[in-house]
């Protein structure tokens, strides 16, 4: 079930490519390549360049949800190892990836 407009642009542009412009023939598939790129590559690039500056800029106290869904505090960051230690509850610690932390809560 194709649309219509569609189907005449292919079609039309199918008998023209033996003897027409090569560019055309192509058009389809620059368009469908372009329409990827800006629908989902860059969005997702974004996305991942903004979560890493999320992680670069967490700081001792910030309250933060995990890839896991658990809430906490972040009572300490070990550069080396790339670690938070987050307080889920009251004296219960984990050590957690600094890349499985999702997002920081905002207080209020």
Same mark, same amino acid.
């Given at each position: 079930?194709? #649309? +219509?407009?569609?189907?005449?642009?292919?079609?039309?542009?199918? %008998?023209?490519?033996?003897?027409g412009? +090569?560019?055309?023939a192509?058009? +389809?598939?620059?368009?469908?390549?372009? /329409?990827?790129?800006?629908?989902?590559?860059?969005p997702?690039s974004?996305?991942?360049?903004?979560?890493?500056?999320?992680?670069?800029?967490?700081?001792?106290?910030?309250?933060? #949800?995990?890839?896991? %869904?658990?809430? %906490?505090?972040?009572? %300490? /960051?070990?550069?080396?190892?790339? #670690?938070?230690v987050?307080?889920?509850?009251?004296?219960?610690?984990?050590?957690l990836?600094?890349?499985?932390?999702?997002? #920081?809560v905002?207080?209020?």
């Open positions: 079930m194709a #649309v +219509p407009f569609l189907a005449a642009f292919f079609q039309q542009g199918a %008998g023209e490519a033996a003897g412009n +090569p560019l055309l192509f058009l +389809p598939f620059i368009l469908i390549a372009l /329409i990827f790129y800006f629908l989902i590559m860059r997702q974004k996305r991942q360049k903004e979560h890493k500056q999320m992680v670069e800029a967490l700081q001792k106290g910030d309250r933060v #949800v995990t890839a896991g %869904g658990f809430h %906490g505090t972040i009572r %300490g /960051i070990n550069d080396e190892k790339d #670690v938070v987050l307080e889920i509850a009251n004296n219960v610690k984990a050590e990836s600094r890349g499985s932390i999702s997002r #920081v905002k207080e209020g």
